[in-house]
């Protein structure tokens, strides 16, 4: 070999074995990960109730679904080696001998499995559909009568999971779904979560008082808390430490009433043989804390969104994770969850560094910090695993490098920690970060934002993303998620997505969709299966991985000056810089260099007006159907939603060239689709005002409640956050839930009044 070449082949070998040794410890990992997550399991499976509650249990999710069709199954709890040392359900024919004369017998290694294999064969045996009541409710008309239930084929039909987990809920979901239900609407909740396979839940209600207890023991009166939680639609927020006290104080009946019901739905995820996820502390602490430790490691964090700076709302202050307080008051939380609760789980959830930057990139330090949230986590619950938000990796991918990452990442023990890649469906972190550097994973579907009820999604990356990452060489994939902001919206994406958790293969969707449009409407109708057909190419293709927040002009708080636009940052500039001309689109929203999100249109809206037709035309075979009435009001608000965007373009441009009557013209088609949105969603209760406002006030018990948690209401789902007389909230309408009034209501009623 000449010397030239010898000098090359060096690096080269160097990069071989470097490329080796990497494969190697990521292959090393991941059988690490395999073991770990066994034991992990094992010990769960330990903690679940007897078989006869969880059988129970299930007869009862049956009863509340299907009582009339009681008699017909059985169901049955059975091993995990039954099922080869993994997760499944057994549907199978009853022997004429079997218990009750039962038809069905399902047979599954925990109550969730039981009502995932029910859920199944109502699906795909009855052709019966089950969705959140706002969306329709359940179609169960098309199950036979008892007696005549179809049989499956004579060797039943067993499905495993592919993954162990399938987790649920995001940290904001209770603010912007849960905040004002009763235990009625969590027990249907919590019966949807089983059916759909869900045994991972995220379950934060009731915990500030918890945390009431757990300060008492630190010297810290009620009073000096009545500015640390915020209020009750605001919770989410104060937890995560962007803010404090806004729309609070939180009355002790609040904290009372949140603990009682959490504990009702403890008990009944664990009776479904569910795990449930508590909080665990991330350093986020109430100021008086610094008076009684003055010698605490605690700074005071920058604004979040304030318009002044005001430090009545922002600016909350965090323990740093090295001071030895952090690990006495993180012990103490876990400690009095246990408490409160019993041992029923072994699973935290805790983001410390969500969308808030440790002080340095210091690698070293990083560590030591993670090291010490996961001891205040280990010293309250030795068997505890860290159950983190992978957003931070993406939403500040400017400071998590690959070193940060790791760092973060191998601060715990090997299988003590799970991250959550919250919105693989269009950001996968697990592709750009070696499967988190060996760190057990779920694959999450985060598809909403505010809780807004935008028609959206992306059903290929949903039916391929879970597969393609559990395949993939080295996968350190542990479970499927849903991460979602707001629920009650997009039946189709969340029923696909709840498969997943049952699927080793990917879904063939044109196939899926025909089926799910007979199920979802109770019979089959071409129309119907023409119009999902098209839904799927477009509203439900969205691939310009652009996040959804449903900006459209329609829902936009007003402005005084159309020439000056900062949500869509069209300020003194052309509006057709902003549109990008396409053949067979009539216009589209192109991402600007604004950091607020832009009107978002992705689908070719001939098309989607093309679908609604077909819906109009199949009005007269779905007479009575709720599930179809949703569907019609839900795509036909879509579509005026899109069109109100153009009409509002025109008048911007009318305005612009000083054209009178062009603008006049295009005013006036602006006020008649407001005015023919609200007569729309007049028609179906699940999109008025006065049902969540009603929600709220229900939970009062004073007037003086009332009329906070009303303020509470209105104001997220307007303001949503600080506002002056003359400054409008930086956050106004990020919370949309496009909801119409069915009486005069009133403007958000100011802080001061309630």
């Not at 119009?531 to 310009?544: F, G, K, M, Q």
Request: glycine share 6%.
């Amino acid at each position: 070999m000449h010397k030239e070449n010898l000098k090359m082949s060096n690096p080269l070998l160097a990069l071989l074995v470097l490329s080796l040794s990497v494969s190697l410890v990521t292959s090393t990992n991941a059988m690490k990960e395999e073991e770990s997550m066994g034991v992990l399991l094992r010990k769960l499976y330990n903690k679940k109730p007897s078989s006869s509650v969880q059988e129970a249990a299930a007869m009862g999710v049956l009863r509340r679904l299907l009582p009339t069709h009681v008699s017909s199954f059985d169901f049955k709890l059975v091993s995990m080696e039954v099922c080869g040392g993994s997760s499944c359900f057994y549907i199978k024919n009853s022997n004429a001998s079997s218990r009750r004369g039962s038809e069905i017998t399902i047979e599954g290694t925990t109550a969730v499995e039981i009502t995932s294999g029910l859920h199944w064969y109502l699906k795909y045996w009855c052709g019966a559909h089950i969705s959140w009541d706002k969306t329709g409710g359940i179609q169960i008309a098309s199950v036979p009568k008892p007696g005549s239930l179809p049989p499956v084929k004579d060797q039943g039909v067993l499905v495993r999971r592919p993954v162990p987990w399938n987790y649920y809920q995001n940290v904001v979901t209770s603010s912007y779904s849960y905040v004002w239900w009763d235990w009625n609407r969590w027990e249907k909740e919590i019966d949807w979560m089983a059916l759909q396979g869900i045994n991972l839940p995220l379950a934060f209600t009731g915990q500030e008082s918890i945390w009431q207890k757990v300060f008492k023991g630190f010297n810290l009166s009620n009073s000096d808390l009545s500015d640390f939680f915020g209020g009750p639609a605001f919770l989410a927020w104060a937890r995560m430490a962007n803010l404090h006290g806004w729309g609070g104080p939180l009355p002790q009946s609040w904290l009372d009433q949140q603990l009682v019901l959490q504990k009702v739905i403890l008990s009944r995820m664990i009776e479904l043989g569910m795990t449930p996820v508590l909080p665990s502390f991330s350093g986020n602490v109430p100021a008086a804390l610094k008076k009684i430790f003055p010698s605490a490691n605690i700074t005071r964090l920058g604004d979040w969104n304030t318009v002044n700076g005001d430090r009545r709302w922002c600016c909350t202050f965090l323990l740093d994770a090295s001071d030895p307080l952090f690990v006495q008051i993180g012990e103490a939380f876990i400690k009095q969850q246990i408490k409160e609760y019993g041992d029923i789980t072994e699973i935290y959830s805790c983001d410390t560094f969500n969308e808030n930057l440790p002080p340095t990139n210091d690698p070293k330090y990083i560590s030591q910090l993670g090291a010490a949230v996961y001891k205040a986590m280990s010293k309250g619950n030795k068997d505890a695993v860290w159950l983190m938000q992978g957003w931070l990796f993406s939403s500040d991918s400017a400071f998590w490098h690959p070193a940060q990452m790791r760092a973060l990442l191998h601060s715990v023990p090997f299988g003590k920690m799970i991250v959550l890649d919250l919105f693989a469906e269009v950001k996968p972190i697990w592709k750009k970060s070696s499967q988190f550097y060996g760190t057990p994973y779920i694959w999450c579907m985060l598809h909403n934002f505010g809780g807004n009820i935008e028609m959206y999604g992306i059903l290929d990356a949903v039916s391929t993303g879970p597969v393609d990452a559990r395949i993939s060489q080295n996968s350190t994939m542990v479970g499927v998620g849903m991460c979602m902001e707001g629920i009650e919206q997009n039946p189709v994406v969340y029923e696909l997505m709840s498969e997943m958790a049952f699927r080793s293969e990917r879904v063939q969707l044109k196939e899926w969709l025909k089926s799910y449009s007979r199920r979802r409407y109770g019979k089959e109708i071409h129309q119907m299966e023409a119009a999902w057909e098209i839904l799927y190419r477009t509203i439900y293709n969205c691939t310009d991985g652009i996040a959804d927040h449903n900006k459209d002009y329609i829902v936009e708080f007003p402005d005084w000056d159309p020439s000056w636009d900062s949500g869509s940052n069209m300020s003194k500039r052309n509006t057709q810089h902003h549109l990008r001309q396409e053949t067979t689109f009539r216009f589209s929203f192109a991402e600007t260099n604004s950091v607020l999100p832009q009107p978002h249109l992705w689908y070719s809206t001939e098309e989607v007006i093309h679908a609604l037709q077909l819906f109009i035309d199949a009005g007269s075979s779905l007479a009575g159907s709720l599930t179809y009435r949703y569907d019609l009001v839900d795509l036909t608000r879509q579509v005026l939603s899109k069109l109100a965007n153009q009409v509002y373009l025109d008048s911007l441009t009318a305005f612009k060239h000083k054209n009178a009557k062009a603008l006049s013209s295009a005013s006036e088609k602006f006020a008649e689709l407001i005015m023919d949105i609200d007569m729309l969603l007049a028609s179906d209760d699940n999109f008025l005002l006065g049902t969540w406002l009603e929600s709220a006030k229900k939970l009062a018990t004073t007037p003086s409640e009332m009329r906070q948690y009303e303020w509470n209401a209105r104001t997220q789902v307007t303001m949503w956050y600080d506002n002056t007389k003359n400054n409008q909230s930086k956050l106004h309408d990020y919370g949309k839930l496009l909801l119409t009034t069915s009486s005069n209501e009133r403007l958000p009623i100011p802080l001061s009044s309630y």
